[in-house]
């Protein structure tokens, strides 16, 4: 109503309302996406992220697979074959992960904007420029663009979520093969031992290369097992992010009036803006340089790997 913007106006009982809740709304996504940042960055050391780790893994695998491939293991072949899939499948959830971070990023932008206005709309009404009634509105449809814009981080969430939980899997069929084949050569080194010439000092040869394949088992059994630690975290961490949205979204859609005056909102909404962007600053410096040198390092070694195929 016209009258609603003059001065004095918050005395005319028809233009009095409460103002929605914009501190506690501003506080949920605050602390929402902090606790985001400390998971896609710092569950693992400061200078760690999500695809960061992922991307140690499928080095390492990569690496890995080389020297499996050329062995002379049973399972070669196929163990090899299941370390492709892997370190395809990695490269892929790496990806995954790097989009959630910039679908992250991209949210963060759009909260401070988001916040920027609300922050607006509050000055107006302490200045009677604007009335509760067209505040609430500013309010509504603020909330309803934080709710899209975690509808869209949830899908992402959902799908990076799908990728670890399928790189799992393979790691825990890689496992079986490793596990029979090192039941295997333990047991055709046991043989071999028992037999009178290898006694005597001979069968050296042979001996010497069930060792070698024991040895490559143990490796790969140690690799698959911080390979599991960090897919595990990393699935623990997005689990957590996906649960925080889910529970900002339901804040997010109960509208809450209090009873606050207008500058105890305008100075929470400003120092929710401050946090947020320092929240921004934490996930542009964190782990994209690494990644990208890891990236090129990886680049290095698969041409290496294959000069190193075409002497073999």
Same mark, same amino acid.
């Given at each position: 109503?016209?009258?609603?913007?003059?001065?004095?106006?918050?005395?005319?009982?028809?233009?009095?309302?409460?103002?929605?809740?914009?501190?506690?709304?501003?506080?949920?996504?605050?602390?929402?996406?902090?606790?985001?940042?400390?998971?896609?960055?710092?569950?693992?050391?400061?200078?760690?992220?999500?695809?960061?780790?992922?991307?140690?893994?499928?080095?390492?695998?990569?690496?890995?697979?080389?020297?499996?491939?050329?062995?002379?293991?049973?399972?070669?072949?196929?163990?090899?074959?299941?370390?492709?899939?892997?370190?395809?499948?990695?490269?892929?959830?790496?990806?995954?992960?790097?989009?959630?971070?910039?679908?992250?990023?991209?949210? @963060?932008?759009?909260? &401070?904007?988001?916040?920027?206005? +609300? #922050?607006?709309? =509050?000055? *107006?009404?302490?200045?009677?420029? $604007?009335?509760?009634?067209?505040?609430?509105?500013?309010?509504?449809?603020?909330?309803?663009?934080?709710?899209?814009? @975690?509808?869209?981080? &949830?899908?992402?969430?959902?799908? +990076? #979520?799908?990728? =670890?939980? *399928?790189?799992?899997?393979?790691? $825990?069929?890689?496992?079986?093969?490793?596990?029979?084949?090192?039941?295997?050569?333990?047991?055709?080194?046991?043989? @071999?031992?028992?037999?009178?010439?290898?006694?005597?000092?001979?069968?050296?040869?042979?001996?010497?290369?069930?060792?070698?394949?024991?040895?490559?088992?143990?490796?790969?059994?140690?690799?698959?097992?911080?390979?599991?630690?960090?897919?595990?975290?990393?699935?623990?961490?997005?689990?957590?992010?996906?649960?925080?949205?889910?529970?900002?979204?339901?804040?997010?859609?109960?509208?809450?009036?209090?009873?606050?005056?207008?500058?105890?909102?305008?100075?929470?909404?400003?120092?929710?803006?401050?946090?947020?962007?320092?929240?921004?600053?934490?996930?542009?410096?964190?782990?994209?340089?690494?990644?990208?040198?890891?990236?090129?390092?990886?680049?290095?070694?698969?041409?290496?790997?294959?000069?190193?195929?075409?002497?073999?």
């Amino acid at each position: 109503m016209i009258i609603c913007k003059f001065p004095l106006s918050s005395h005319i009982p028809l233009c009095h309302a409460p103002i929605p809740d914009f501190s506690r709304l501003v506080d949920r996504q605050v602390e929402t996406y902090e606790q985001i940042m400390d998971q896609q960055l710092s569950y693992n050391g400061p200078s760690s992220s999500l695809a960061l780790d992922i991307k140690k893994a499928e080095l390492a695998t990569a690496d890995l697979r080389t020297l499996i491939k050329y062995s002379s293991l049973v399972t070669a072949s196929e163990l090899a074959n299941r370390l492709t899939l892997f370190v395809d499948k990695a490269r892929s959830v790496g990806r995954d992960l790097q989009i959630l971070q910039a679908r992250t990023r991209s949210s @963060l932008d759009n909260l &401070i904007t988001y916040n920027i206005f +609300a #922050l607006k709309a =509050l000055e *107006d009404v302490r200045d009677n420029k $604007i009335s509760a009634k067209e505040l609430a509105g500013a309010y509504n449809q603020m909330m309803s663009l934080i709710e899209n814009d @975690l509808k869209r981080m &949830i899908l992402v969430g959902q799908d +990076a #979520l799908g990728s =670890l939980a *399928d790189l799992d899997e393979m790691l $825990i069929a890689i496992h079986d093969l490793a596990t029979h084949e090192s039941a295997y050569q333990n047991k055709e080194l046991n043989k @071999l031992l028992a037999e009178l010439w290898t006694i005597f000092g001979g069968n050296r040869v042979r001996k010497q290369l069930f060792e070698e394949n024991l040895e490559l088992l143990k490796n790969l059994d140690k690799h698959r097992r911080t390979a599991v630690s960090q897919i595990q975290t990393t699935l623990y961490s997005l689990t957590s992010f996906q649960l925080d949205m889910e529970e900002l979204r339901e804040q997010v859609s109960r509208p809450s009036i209090i009873e606050m005056p207008v500058e105890v909102h305008i100075e929470s909404i400003g120092k929710g803006i401050e946090r947020l962007r320092n929240s921004k600053v934490a996930l542009k410096s964190g782990g994209d340089t690494k990644i990208s040198k890891l990236i090129d390092s990886s680049n290095e070694n698969n041409d290496n790997n294959v000069a190193k195929e075409m002497t073999i």
